[in-house]
């Protein structure tokens, strides 16, 4: 089983849809999430940071339920430019150490189209 | 600018050369890291280093080696015992801080020919 699992899609949404991705995680011991956001032949950047809470940034949402070891990321009013490969990213914190290790997920592939 | 740069964008090599891919940050970054990216696949951590003169495998490190003098840069060698090593190469930087996020490089293609 992959550490990080993500749908690869892809999703093919016009303008205005609301669209969701979702993730989930297979080590317990993961301490922090995010999702990235990698436009083609580009690096990622990130998008967000996601907390137990829920957190909300303009037109995106993301959310954690740490019990089901699940994340997702909600995007409404689709735009042409969120047209992009989401990644999940999980952070593991390595027994005995400080080091905190990123395991990507695959990516999940959005075209919005008009 | 604060960032990370990466050299070159692209690069082509010839199998049995080695070469070397250049990673500079000036956020004053402790930790730097390199993964690879191939078609299709999440990212794969290939080194990382957490502090000047100090580095760590990561979970594809056969073929490669790095080294970290300086903490601004973490220069990645594409050795010729890397049975396939056309890819898209990332370097990425953090504080250090284990839940700290990591930025990234716009990342250097290389194809061997």
């Known amino acids: 089983r992959k550490e990080v699992e993500q749908d690869p899609g892809p999703f093919n949404v016009p303008e205005g849809a609301t669209v969701a991705f979702n993730c989930t995680y297979s080590?317990?011991?993961?301490?922090?999430f995010f999702w990235y956001r990698q436009d083609c032949r580009k690096e990622p950047k990130l998008l967000m940071s996601?907390?137990?809470s829920g957190n909300e940034d303009g037109r995106f949402t993301a959310q954690l339920n740490r019990a089901s070891q699940y994340i997702s990321l909600l995007i409404r009013d689709s735009k042409l430019s969120d047209s992009a490969t989401y990644l999940c990213?999980?952070?593991?914190?390595?027994?005995?150490?400080?080091?905190?290790?990123?395991?990507f997920g695959q990516g999940t592939i959005l075209t919005v189209h008009p | 600018d604060g960032g990370i740069t990466q050299s070159p964008k692209y690069l082509f090599r010839k199998e049995g050369q080695n070469v070397t891919l250049s990673c500079e940050q000036n956020?004053?970054?402790?930790?730097m890291y390199w993964y690879r990216q191939d078609p299709g696949q999440g990212l794969r951590l290939i080194y990382y280093?957490?502090?000047?003169?100090?580095?760590q495998k990561g979970d594809i490190a056969e073929g490669y080696s790095v080294s970290r003098e300086k903490k601004e840069s973490f220069p990645l060698t594409v050795t010729s015992a890397q049975k396939n090593p056309t890819a898209f190469y990332l370097c990425?930087?953090?504080?250090?801080?284990?839940?700290?996020?990591?930025?990234f490089g716009p990342g250097t293609r290389l194809t061997v020919l």
């Open positions: 990425a930087s953090s504080s250090g801080e284990p839940t700290d996020t990591q930025y």
């Open positions: 080590n317990s011991a993961s301490q922090s």
């Open positions: 996601v907390y137990s």
């Open positions: 990213v999980v952070n593991i914190i390595t027994g005995g150490t400080s080091y905190g290790k990123l395991t």
């Open positions: 956020l004053n970054h402790d930790a």
């Open positions: 280093s957490q502090i000047v003169n100090d580095f």
